[in-house]
């Protein structure tokens, strides 16, 4: 028999998306086959702290490091105080199953290139990029990928909107729709960019497009190239937008794959996935975000997630599920992909 992978499933994190990011570590766990992997759970706390087999993931006590269903989980043999960073350089890839700023938006990468190890999804300059919605949309725009207009407002910059109403307000920095309103009127304006600085210091307002709300899920590293999934659109049923409670909450939402649209665009949708994809130099897996504009039909990007949620009923896991890849395939073909691009850069010169 083959000696098992061992990998580390990193997830927790001190972003508002903490919980979400401990909700879809548990699917990963469940998911991965024990037979194939030795999984070493890492949890980072809300405060920054970095522990080994949380209860929170399932794993044992903090000195514990092996996936407790395969039998009795081993001790590391270092000190606890030390153990994460020892765990972390004794795996074959680590799994950074978190969302949002300290964890997708290239910090842990930057640690795991230290490191040295393999690891699932974007690098550090993808993760950077696609996690600052004003960058990215400005590399998209240089890429000749539609985007929406925007507008960045930064410390010190009067708040304005240079839009008519309604817009959207947002963090530049972070997801799962935290810190973002709809505003609908110049009275709402203030307060909208006061809630959005309360986790980003600088901020989006978004001209608002009337249309289809699309996902679509991408695959690969450079060679061969990235797929992308069927895409599907999202009914947002008695909300107004596609909020946190349309996303999280049950019955929040529908997903429609494929999404009842033209061919012609259901493909515009997966090429233009794949486009944003190689532009932001993205490599494992993303979710491409779109609108269907009402007027034209034109596809217009919105944002792109390094790390979507990732729970087997997540949109990206469905989207690859109605596309012919169940969810453990997906999470073995992340981890070669992963293993794939740390071979591949081991052969540069520096």
Same mark, same amino acid.
């Given at each position: 028999?083959?000696?098992?992978?061992?990998?580390?499933?990193?997830?927790?994190?001190?972003?508002?998306?903490?919980?979400?990011?401990?909700?879809?570590?548990?699917?990963?766990? $469940?998911?991965?086959?024990?037979?194939?992997?030795? !999984?070493?759970?890492?949890?980072?706390?809300?405060?920054?702290?970095?522990?080994?087999?949380?209860?929170?993931?399932?794993?044992?006590? /903090?000195?514990?490091?092996?996936?407790?269903?395969?039998?009795?989980?081993?001790?590391?043999?270092?000190?606890?105080?030390?153990?994460?960073?020892?765990?972390?350089?004794?795996?074959?890839?680590?799994?950074?199953?978190?969302?949002?700023?300290?964890?997708?938006?290239?910090?842990?990468?930057?640690?795991?290139?230290?490191?040295?190890?393999?690891?699932?999804?974007?690098?550090?300059?993808?993760?950077?990029?696609?996690?600052?919605?004003?960058?990215?949309?400005? !590399?998209?725009?240089?890429?000749?990928? /539609?985007?929406?207009?925007?507008?960045?407002?930064?410390?010190?910059?009067?708040?304005?909107?240079?839009?008519?109403?309604?817009?959207?307000?947002?963090?530049?920095?972070?997801?799962?729709?935290?810190?973002?309103?709809?505003?609908?009127?110049?009275?709402?304006?203030?307060?909208?960019?006061?809630?959005?600085?309360?986790?980003?210091?600088?901020?989006?307002?978004?001209?608002?497009?009337?249309?289809?709300?699309?996902?679509?899920?991408?695959?690969?590293?450079? !060679? /061969?190239?990235?797929?992308?999934?069927?895409?599907?659109?999202?009914?947002?049923?008695?909300?107004?937008?596609?909020?946190?409670?349309?996303?999280?909450?049950?019955?929040?939402?529908?997903?429609?794959?494929?999404?009842?649209? /033209?061919?012609?665009?259901?493909?515009?949708?997966? $090429?233009?996935?794949?486009?944003?994809?190689?532009?932001?130099?993205?490599?494992?897996?993303?979710?491409?975000?779109?609108?269907?504009?009402?007027?034209?039909?034109?596809?217009?990007?919105?944002?792109?997630?390094?790390?979507?949620?990732?729970?087997?009923?997540?949109?990206?896991?469905?989207?690859?599920?109605?596309?012919?890849?169940?969810?453990?395939?997906?999470?073995?073909?992340?981890?070669?992909?992963?293993?794939?691009?740390?071979?591949?850069?081991?052969?540069?010169e520096y």
């Amino acid at each position: 028999m083959s000696r098992r992978l061992r990998v580390a499933l990193v997830a927790g994190g001190r972003s508002s998306e903490h919980d979400i990011s401990l909700l879809s570590a548990r699917s990963v766990l $469940e998911a991965l086959d024990p037979e194939r992997y030795d !999984v070493v759970s890492v949890a980072i706390g809300r405060d920054g702290r970095w522990s080994l087999g949380s209860p929170e993931l399932g794993g044992g006590g /903090p000195a514990l490091v092996s996936d407790t269903r395969t039998g009795p989980a081993e001790t590391l043999p270092v000190p606890a105080d030390r153990g994460t960073l020892a765990a972390l350089g004794a795996v074959d890839v680590v799994l950074p199953i978190l969302h949002g700023p300290f964890g997708e938006d290239g910090t842990v990468q930057g640690l795991l290139e230290l490191a040295d190890v393999a690891y699932v999804g974007a690098g550090v300059a993808a993760s950077a990029l696609a996690m600052d919605k004003d960058l990215f949309k400005k !590399v998209l725009r240089d890429s000749g990928i /539609p985007v929406g207009a925007h507008h960045a407002i930064r410390l010190g910059d009067p708040v304005e909107n240079p839009f008519g109403y309604p817009v959207f307000v947002k963090p530049a920095s972070l997801g799962s729709s935290v810190g973002i309103s709809k505003v609908h009127d110049e009275s709402e304006l203030g307060p909208a960019v006061a809630l959005a600085r309360r986790h980003c210091e600088k901020v989006l307002v978004e001209e608002f497009v009337a249309g289809i709300e699309v996902e679509c899920g991408v695959l690969g590293n450079r !060679v /061969p190239p990235p797929v992308a999934s069927l895409p599907g659109t999202i009914d947002t049923l008695d909300h107004e937008w596609y909020d946190f409670a349309s996303k999280y909450e049950d019955d929040g939402m529908r997903l429609v794959i494929p999404p009842e649209l /033209p061919q012609e665009t259901i493909e515009l949708v997966q $090429e233009r996935s794949v486009d944003a994809f190689v532009a932001c130099e993205c490599e494992g897996l993303a979710r491409v975000d779109f609108f269907v504009r009402e007027s034209d039909g034109e596809v217009v990007v919105n944002e792109l997630n390094t790390m979507p949620g990732f729970t087997a009923t997540s949109v990206y896991a469905k989207l690859f599920e109605a596309s012919g890849i169940g969810y453990a395939e997906l999470l073995d073909r992340l981890i070669a992909l992963g293993l794939e691009r740390h071979e591949r850069r081991s052969q540069l010169e520096y």
